[in-house]
C-alpha cells in the first residue's frame, strides 16, 4: 500500500532535544550557545523525532509539518493551508499532537500566510509573557476558554481529514489536562494514548529517555514514542477493517 503518515504539532514533534553531540558537549562546557545548539542540530531534529519512527512502524513515507513553539492553532493552519494534494497515496493518516492550549498564533505575513508567529506564557520575564498574559486576561476568558480554542482547531483538523478521505488521531506532547479537555472533545479511538493523561507520560520520569538540557525526549525517547504510537494506530487500523 502507498501510504503517507502527515504529523503536526510543536516541538515534541519536530524532535527537539536530539541534539549534535560535539555541540551538546561545547555547550555544556559554556563554548556555545543555546541557539548555536539548536541551529545546529535542526537537522538531527528530523532525522531522530518520533514521527520518523511511526512512519517506520506503519511502512509509509513522512511529510512532518510540526515546528517548535507552534500554538495549536499554528499547527493547524499548516495543514489546512498546506497546497499540497496527496491523490497518489492509497492511504493518508494524519496525526495532531497536541501542546499547551495558552499558545496563540497570527500570521505574520501578508505576502507569505505560511509564516505564523506562536505566542507561549512560557517565557518568563520577556516581552513575550507579558503579550501573552494581556491577551489571556482581555481575550480569553480562562482556561476553559483555552481549551474550547484547542477544541475548535482538533475539530477543524478532523473535519478535512474526513472531507479528505484521511485517517485522523490526535494525542497530547505534554499537556495533561486531557481529562478536563475531553468534556468539549469527547475521547474517541483517534487519541492515541488513550491510557495515559499525555505521551509526556511514557518516558518523562526515565532520565535515559530525556534530554539533560531541555524538557524533552532524547534519541531513545522518541523512539519509544514513534514505536507507541504507531504500534497503537496499527492495531487500530486492523481491528477497523
Known amino acids: 500500500m502507498n501510504r503517507l503518515l502527515i504529523t503536526i504539532g510543536d516541538s515534541w514533534t519536530q524532535g527537539v532535544g536530539c541534539y549534535e553531540p560535539d555541540l551538546r558537549e561545547k555547550f555544556q562546557q559554556g563554548q556555545a550557545t543555546m541557539q548555536d545548539l539548536f541551529l545546529g542540530s535542526f537537522h538531527r531534529f ?12 506503519l511502512n509509509a513515507e513522512l511529510k512532518n509539518l510540526a515546528m517548535g513553539g507552534d500554538a ?16 497518489k497515496y492509497d492511504d493518508v493518516i494524519v496525526v495532531f499532537l497536541l501542546t499547551d492550549p495558552a499558545r496563540f498564533s497570527f500570521f505574520n505575513s501578508v505576502d507569505a500566510p505560511e509564516l505564523l508567529q506562536s505566542f507561549s506564557p ?7 509573557q507579558k503579550f501573552c498574559e494581556m491577551f489571556l486576561q482581555h ?4 482556561a476553559e476558554d483555552e481549551l474550547l480554542e484547542m477544541a475548535f482547531y482538533l475539530r477543524s483538523v478532523e473535519h478535512f481529514c474526513k472531507s479528505q ?12 489536562e486531557m481529562e478536563q479537555f475531553h468534556k468539549w ?4 479511538t483517534s ?13 518523562e520520569h526515565d532520565t535515559t529517555m530525556m534530554s539533560d538540557i531541555c524538557h524533552h525526549p532524547n534519541e531513545l525517547g522518541y523512539q519509544y514514542i514513534g514505536n507507541f504510537i504507531g504500534e497503537y494506530i496499527k492495531q487500530d487500523l486492523t481491528n477497523a477493517r
Open 139 to 142: 481575550c480569553l476568558g480562562g
Open 122 to 128: 512560557a517565557h518568563p520575564n520577556s516581552d513575550q
Open 165 to 176: 478521505g484521511y485517517k485522523f488521531y490526535y494525542g497530547s506532547a505534554f499537556y495533561k
Open 46 to 57: 528530523s532525522l531522530f523525532s518520533w514521527p520518523r519512527y511511526t512512519a517506520q512502524h
Open 185 to 188: 472533545y469527547p475521547k474517541t
Open 191 to 203: 487519541c492515541v494514548h488513550p491510557n495515559h493523561s499525555c505521551i509526556a507520560d511514557l518516558v
Open 72 to 87: 495549536n492553532s499554528a499547527a493547524a493552519k499548516r495543514l489546512l493551508l498546506n497546497p499540497e494534494t496527496y491523490t
